[in-house]
């Protein structure tokens, strides 16, 4: 029903910036959104979400205040602003999909839909 890509990715030094974008097509708007990220060895980590209509967005305290999630005004486009990436930020980040952006919001395994990742390295 839903075949969300991210792109945007790179290779930023650290203090530097990157924006994600999310796309699905035009029925994305119906969904709220995550955003995960996965370094090699580590499980996927759930970083935040953002409603259908994006008046509501929740972020883990790993990047509350740096990373900031958006939606265009149609819905169907999806951002995440990164701001001071440090090299722990570094992993492949994906967009995901699930219906409300419950209090769990931060674990995989409640999302329906998932993109195919795009490659954030921070390194100097």
């Known amino acids: 029903q839903l075949q969300l890509v991210e792109s945007g990715g790179g290779v930023v030094q650290p203090g530097g910036s990157l924006k994600l974008t999310c796309t699905g097509g035009?029925?994305?708007?119906?969904?709220?959104i995550g955003w995960f990220r996965q370094a090699p060895g580590k499980a996927r980590e759930g970083m935040s979400c953002?409603?259908?209509?994006?008046?509501?967005?929740r972020y883990v305290d790993s990047v509350e205040g740096r990373f900031t999630v958006s939606r265009d005004s149609t819905g169907n486009t999806v951002y995440l602003e990164m701001n001071n990436l440090k090299p722990e930020d570094t992993g492949i980040y994906y967009c995901?999909?699930?219906?409300?952006?419950?209090?769990?919001?931060?674990?995989?395994?409640?999302?329906?839909?998932w993109g195919q990742g795009t490659q954030v390295t921070v390194s100097s």
């Open positions: 995901a999909a699930r219906m409300m952006c419950y209090a769990d919001y931060h674990v995989a395994s409640k999302y329906d839909h």
């Open positions: 035009g029925s994305t708007y119906l969904w709220a």
């Open positions: 953002i409603s259908s209509s994006g008046h509501q967005q």
